[in-house]
């Protein structure tokens, strides 16, 4: 169950080394080792990490159009921080436009799979950036899965859904933004968040019996929250 596990962990890693990183740096430039100046002009790093976690993932995984923007969008803005690029994002914007636009197109000439398609009903995969996503799931073998909320909120019902295998896994990053699960009353919560600046939150009734349903939520909430309730 790890292996399949360590594609939607990735973002935890990624982020977790920039912000070592980030607090190495501003070590050594407080003993005067290095000259970095503000420190926080780098935060643009963290959205690279995001965005990378999600284009490393295997081919056919949704999510890798969102991480390439993602990548794209926290390299310029890094190299504004750094005065290395003189233009802003705000002066350019009609290259989003575009590149939404080539985005479409080639999904729409894109050769298309063949074979019957996979059922990805098991488990969920939601995105959210400078806006909100809700997704319902009905699945009567739920797996699991991964959610992504960054200055923006994501919705996750499962009060349709059955855990067959007695255990999934959901992987969470709240980024300035919040996720809220919504579980049976029958599952019973397992928390292994790591909440920086932010909060994990278990709002779910606390009486289930031992040995039903088990649903892990784990990941990172920074500067952000997550929530589960029934």
């Given at each position: 169950?790890?292996?399949g596990?360590?594609s939607r962990?990735?973002s935890?890693l990624?982020?977790?080394?920039?912000?070592?990183a980030?607090?190495?740096?501003a070590?050594?430039?407080?003993?005067?080792?290095?000259?970095i100046g503000?420190?926080?002009?780098?935060?643009?790093l963290?959205?690279?990490?995001?965005g990378?976690?999600?284009i490393?993932r295997?081919?056919?995984?949704?999510?890798?159009?969102a991480?390439t923007?993602l990548?794209?969008?926290?390299?310029?803005?890094l190299l504004?921080?750094?005065g290395?690029?003189?233009?802003?994002?705000?002066e350019?914007?009609?290259l989003?436009?575009?590149?939404?636009?080539?985005?479409?197109?080639?999904g729409?000439l894109?050769?298309?799979?063949?074979g019957?398609?996979?059922?990805?009903?098991?488990?969920?995969s939601?995105?959210?950036?400078?806006?909100?996503?809700?997704?319902?799931c009905?699945?009567?073998?739920?797996?699991?899965?991964?959610?992504?909320?960054?200055?923006?909120g994501?919705k996750i019902?499962?009060r349709?859904?059955a855990?067959?295998?007695?255990?999934a896994?959901?992987?969470?990053f709240?980024?300035?933004?919040?996720?809220?699960?919504i579980?049976p009353?029958?599952?019973?919560?397992v928390l292994?968040?790591?909440?920086?600046?932010g909060?994990?939150?278990?709002?779910?009734?606390?009486?289930q019996?031992?040995?039903g349903?088990?649903l892990?939520?784990?990941?990172?909430a920074l500067?952000?929250?997550?929530?589960?309730?029934?």
């Open positions: 169950m790890e292996n596990m360590t962990n990735a935890r990624f982020v977790g080394l920039v912000i070592i980030l607090g190495a740096i070590l050594l430039d407080n003993f005067g080792v290095v000259r503000n420190v926080w002009r780098l935060w643009p963290i959205l690279m990490a995001v990378l976690s999600k490393l295997p081919r056919g995984s949704p999510g890798r159009g991480g923007i990548t794209v969008v926290g390299f310029w803005l504004e921080n750094l290395v690029w003189p233009y802003s994002l705000g350019l914007w009609p989003i436009v575009v590149a939404i636009g080539v985005f479409l197109v080639w729409a894109g050769n298309r799979p063949k019957p398609l996979p059922d990805d009903s098991s488990r969920v939601t995105f959210s950036m400078l806006g909100g996503t809700e997704h319902r009905k699945s009567q073998d739920f797996q699991g899965g991964d959610a992504t909320a960054i200055l923006g994501c019902d499962l349709q859904a855990i067959k295998s007695g255990e896994l959901l992987d969470v709240a980024m300035w933004g919040g996720i809220e699960i579980v009353r029958n599952w019973s919560i292994k968040g790591a909440p920086i600046l909060g994990f939150e278990d709002k779910t009734d606390s009486s019996e031992a040995g349903p088990r892990i939520v784990r990941g990172t500067m952000g929250g997550v929530e589960i309730k029934n």
